[in-house]
């Protein structure tokens, strides 16, 4: 059972255009990952966000944490060809501070970013 | 490189047979997670090690499948008698001892093609 729903689960655009991915979640979890992944190659963590509200940005990306921690969105700016990927979002769970460690993944959104 | 490294990429086996991915972590990280990724699906946890102690096993992890670290350091996870859904990626990550926000660091992954 998936806890975590990412949409849309596919997305293909033209350079230069925006967009938006959606992580939400009935669960509140203590902290939020996001990864890119290329076609059969592991996870590439970008962005951790901890605190609820908070927003991290990494050069066209924007990163933000719903303020009860139970969702997320990922936003990019002007999207290049090189963003072309698998984004997951993936949510971890503490208890009495200590992390699980144990991620829950969403099944990903598929970008293709045409020329 | 000091990344999390898994070996091998890629491995093709007939029914039956049995196989061993191995996993080397980043060399200061305690915590060793195994997880399992099939196509258009995010990554499902199967398993961690705290140092030597395997901490958890999801229920995803049959009584074909067993999971070492003898040393705290690299692990194996072997698979028995594989079967036509044991197809997938099989990705290795490591992690200090998690705080809150404590980041997860993934290998390439392991590709199992059972035939």
């Known amino acids: 059972t998936q806890l975590l729903e990412q949409s849309p689960q596919f997305l293909s655009i033209q350079e230069g255009e925006n967009l938006t991915v959606y992580c939400n979640s009935s669960?509140?979890?203590?902290?939020l990952q996001w990864y890119r992944q290329e076609p059969g190659e592991g996870p590439v963590l970008l962005v951790t966000v901890v605190t609820g509200g908070e927003v991290k940005k990494l050069k066209r990306l924007t990163f933000q944490f719903g303020d009860a921690r139970k969702d997320s969105s990922l936003h990019i700016t002007a999207a290049q060809p090189g963003d072309t990927g698998l984004y997951l979002c993936a949510g971890d769970k503490t208890a009495g501070g200590t992390s699980y460690g144990k991620l829950t993944f969403g099944q990903g959104t598929i970008l293709t970013v045409h020329p | 490189d000091t990344g999390v490294s898994q070996d091998p990429r890629h491995k093709i086996t007939k029914r039956g047979q049995n196989v061993t991915f191995r996993c080397d972590p980043i060399?200061?990280?305690?915590?060793l997670y195994w997880y399992r990724q099939t196509l258009g699906q995010g990554p499902e946890f199967l398993t961690y090690f705290q140092n030597e102690a395997q901490l958890e096993k999801s229920r995803l992890l049959s009584d074909r499948f067993s999971a070492e670290r003898p040393k705290g350091s690299f692990s194996t996870l072997e698979i028995q008698r594989t079967e036509q859904g044991d197809s997938a990626m099989y990705l290795c990550?490591?992690?200090?001892?998690?705080?809150?926000?404590?980041?997860?660091?993934f290998g390439e992954g392991s590709w199992l093609t059972v035939v």
């Open positions: 060399s200061e990280h305690n915590r």
């Open positions: 990550a490591s992690s200090t001892t998690g705080s809150r926000g404590n980041t997860i660091y």
């Open positions: 669960s509140v979890f203590s902290s």
